[in-house]
């Protein structure tokens, strides 16, 4: 119900999202389509964010959340000045930092109480795009909130953790990590998380400690008409396509870079990166490898135009050790571009089975994943029936309208909560 009385009229809803531009990743893709697809539906959305900051539609205000942009693409890890603080979360975000730990989602979560306290009659519901810094706790107590959380961030620390060589750089990630904890603490209080996978509801449940029953899956979706078959695109010999929004161990790359350099040992492969170019792991690996001028790198261009990189390819490749569900896979399968993907987290329940919607390999094996890309080059008959399943399935299965709709759904059971019809009704 909301607040003018009508249980299926429309809502008012405040978006949160401390990082919600799509580039950067999953969460600012799913910012960008749910909101819009809420707004389809008939509901009122305003976006809170920090930078980068969301692209949105444009019937939805965004309303600028300013961070001290400490990871800012340009020089990130910077250290703020005492004369840039504005305010108390400018203070929180620079003293958490000054400790090696990562303080985005604590920092805006302040900043968004700070600016919805004098809002809380404006709106019915808050959603909260994964940041459950600890004001969130604040929030939910003064206007009904629910959370989607699209995987546990304790498999990035666990995976960042076992790739780390030395005592030192596992005492770093620890603390970079710590805000992990904060997030576990404030999910399990919250009513309602919503959750994109089941895989991710299991595992969230384990590390987490989110009861169960405070759970439900809504899964993502893909606008089949953007992401669709371009066949007046020619496919380019041995060409792959793969996204990589961060050089995190969490999604693989590096096996894939070793994969391509054992395939071109044998053949001529070319990759496309949707992605940039950043110091460190991957980029260190590419040079080493003698890969540099057989990758390209892509970012910052529309929708469009990544279509039709997926249409010059003739294989796209998800590597990730783990997913908590994968917009690239799904955005992939919907072009009708034949995907290799690996078994990591939930990326089976989503992709389907091997030799059916996807040429399946086991996660962290560059010799398997090798394998897998050989195979779906070496036989176009196999890339055109898999890459035309994976579209069918796709479509069957996920649009934005249809998650906005389930969205929607888990809305009005949190407004419907006894608590939330108490504190409605004084």
């Not at 041995?238 to 161990?249: C, E, K, P, Q």
């Not at 034949?338 to 990326?347: E, W, Y």
Request: hydrophobic fraction near 40%; charged fraction near 25%.
């Amino acid at each position: 119900m909301n607040r003018t009385g009508d249980p299926d009229g429309p809502l008012r809803i405040a978006y949160l999202t401390y990082r919600g531009k799509p580039h950067v990743g999953g969460q600012g893709v799913y910012t960008r389509h749910l909101t819009k697809a809420l707004v389809d539906l008939g509901h009122h959305v305003e976006v809170f964010g920090g930078q980068p900051y969301p692209v949105l539609d444009e019937r939805i205000a965004l309303h600028k959340l300013p961070s001290l942009d400490i990871w800012n693409d340009q020089y990130p890890g910077r250290l703020p000045g005492y004369w840039e603080w504005k305010s108390w979360p400018d203070v929180v975000e620079t003293a958490a930092f000054l400790r090696g730990q990562f303080s985005e989602p604590l920092a805006f979560s302040k900043r968004a109480y700070r600016e919805l306290r004098g809002r809380a009659a404006d709106f019915d519901l808050v959603h909260d795009n994964q940041c459950l810094g600890w004001d969130i706790l604040k929030i939910e107590k003064m206007i009904p909130t629910i959370v989607t959380l699209h995987h546990p961030i304790t498999k990035d620390r666990e995976l960042e953790m076992s790739h780390a060589k030395t005592r030192r750089k596992r005492r770093s990630l620890k603390r970079w990590y710590s805000f992990v904890e904060m997030q576990g603490k404030v999910a399990s209080r919250m009513p309602r998380i919503v959750v994109v996978s089941e895989n991710s509801i299991k595992d969230i449940h384990e590390d987490m400690h989110v009861p169960l029953d405070r759970m439900r899956l809504v899964p993502v979706g893909v606008d089949p008409d953007l992401f669709t078959p371009m066949p007046h695109v020619a496919r380019q010999p041995g060409r792959l396509i793969t996204t990589a929004s961060a050089d995190v161990a969490l999604k693989g790359l590096s096996y894939l870079l070793e994969a391509m350099a054992k395939l071109r040992t044998e053949r001529d492969v070319r990759l496309t990166i949707i992605g940039k170019p950043r110091p460190g792991h991957s980029m260190d690996l590419i040079e080493s490898l003698g890969l540099r001028p057989h990758i390209d790198f892509v970012s910052g261009v529309p929708d469009e135009r990544i279509v039709e990189l997926y249409a010059e390819a003739e294989l796209a490749v998800v590597p990730s050790l783990y997913e908590g569900f994968s917009l690239p896979a799904i955005e992939a399968m919907a072009t009708g571009t034949c995907l290799v993907a690996t078994d990591g987290g939930a990326l089976p329940e989503v992709t389907g089975t091997d030799g059916d919607t996807v040429l399946q390999c086991p996660a962290g094996d560059a010799d398997a994943l090798a394998t897998a890309i050989r195979r779906g080059l070496e036989d176009s008959a196999l890339r055109d029936r898999i890459g035309a399943a994976g579209r069918r399935r796709v479509v069957e299965r996920w649009s934005w309208r249809h998650c906005a709709q389930l969205t929607v759904d888990q809305y009005r059971e949190v407004l419907a909560m006894p608590h939330n019809q108490k504190r409605r009704a004084r």
